[in-house]
Structures are given as C-alpha cells and as structure tokens.
T-cell receptor, first 114, second 114 residues
Framework: KAGVTQTPRYLIKTRGQQVTLSCSPI?????VSWYQQTPGQGLQFLFE???????NKGNFPGRFSGRQFSNSRSEMNVSTLELGDSALYLC?????????????FGEGSRLTVL | QQQVKQSPQSLIVQKGGISIINCAYE??????FPWYQQFPGKGPALLIA?????SEKKEGRFTISFNKSAKQFSLHIMDSQPGDSATYFC?????????????FGKGTKLSVKP
C-alpha cells in the first residue's frame, strides 16, 4: 500500500510570492491534516480536511489555506510568503473515524523563503 | 491550556540503558495520547498510544505510563539501541484521536551511544 505522497519535496520562494503544496493520502483515508514543523516551534497543526470539508483549524493567519478534492487529495496554499514561513510542511492522512487515531505522515515539503 | 510540555529537550543514553521522556498537559478534555518517532528526513511515525482509561501500555521495548491525576505521561524505552536514535514527540488530542488535530510537544532528541 502506497504511503502519503507530498510534492514538491523541496522548493525555494522569495518573500511576497505564493506557494501551493500537494498531498496524496493513503488509499481509503478520508482525513488529511497539515502541519508546519520548525526547529523553534516544533510541529504545529495547520488544518484538517475530512470529506472535502475543513473540520479543524489551527492558529495560523489567513494566508494559510487549504482544500481537499473528492478523491481525498489535498493542497495547501500560502500567500504573500514571509521569511518566517520557511519550514517543513507535513501532510498526514488517517481514516478519520473514532477509535482510529493513527496519523500517517508523508516526508514533507521543505519550503525556503528568501 | 492547549500546550503539551515535553522534557528533556535532548537525551543521551548508553546502549542497553533505559530512556525516559516526560510530557505534561493542562487540558483535561484530551483523551488520546500518542508518541511519534521521527528520523532525519522522514515524517513522524506512530510508536505507541494510550487513552486515559489505562495507566500503562506496553509494546515490545516501549512503554507509556499515564498519570491522569497529575496530567502527565511518559515514554520508557527499555534496552535502548543505537537504532532508537531519533526525535520523539508526545502529543494529545480529543475525540479519541479520530480527528487529525494533534497538539505536539516540542520533541526530545535521543542519542543512544554504542
């Protein structure tokens, strides 16, 4: 069974630009969550989508947005990039049902903002 | 109230020794407490998880101890091996972990010396 796939794996942007990251969940998983990982703040929850609806949202500004498609694939977008947005962005998928708490993480998209 | 505090930040253990990582939480609504293991260049992977109705859970060399009254939980790694060298994250969430919104601790970098 294929794992969670994230693309691109690495990207470099400049301040003010926008970026779109993509995530393909494990087949059959309906929940996709996004996390930002930085050395200073650790792993921080961005948002979660379940059946194309945003079910949970973390404490990030509106520049961070996401969506989920009918095949459960998800994208996240960051507009007007700031230097502080440099981070590893991790996507995780799960069944999204009660009693099935395991999140399966991808290897991440490493974003560098110059 | 949303925080999960993890200690120590780093830990060095000799091969065969016991590694102990501690976490504390404030929000009594949390009802799912997983531990994730992350190797460099990889996404986190679930190691073991516990719900507050039990005080201890063991899987192989890994044990979670849970103290509901103290709002603390810890990971014990028995007979630590160099292959256990990784960063460990405790986390907490609601609804039995059915949703992808985990609150992570800041992580503990474990080094097991041969």
């Amino acid at each position: 069974k294929a794992g969670v796939t994230q693309t691109p794996r690495y990207l470099i942007k400049t301040r003010g630009q926008q970026v779109t990251l993509s995530c393909s969940p494990i087949s059959g998983h309906r929940s996709v969550s996004w996390y930002q990982q930085t050395p200073g703040q650790g792993l921080q929850f961005l948002f979660e989508y379940f059946s194309e609806t945003q079910r949970n949202k973390g404490n990030f500004p509106g520049r961070f947005s996401g969506r989920q498609f009918s095949n459960s694939r998800s994208e996240m977008n960051v507009s007007t990039l700031e230097l502080g947005d440099s981070a590893l962005y991790l996507c995780a998928s799960s069944l999204g049902r009660s009693g099935t708490g395991e999140l399966f993480f991808g290897e991440g998209s490493r974003l560098t903002v110059l | 109230q949303q925080q999960v505090k993890q200690s120590p930040q780093s830990l060095i253990v000799q091969k065969g020794g016991i590694s102990i990582i501690n976490c504390a939480y404030e929000n009594t609504a949390f009802d799912y407490f997983p531990w994730y293991q992350q190797f460099p260049g990889k996404g986190p992977a679930l190691l073991i998880a516990i719900r507050p109705d039990v005080s201890e859970k063991k899987e192989g060399r890994f044990t979670i101890s849970f103290n509901k009254s103290a709002k603390q939980f810890s990971l014990h790694i028995m007979d630590s091996q160099p292959g256990d060298s990784a960063t460990y994250f405790c986390a907490a969430s609601y609804d039995g972990g059915s949703q992808g919104n985990l609150i992570f601790g800041k992580g503990t970098k474990l080094s097991v010396k041969p």
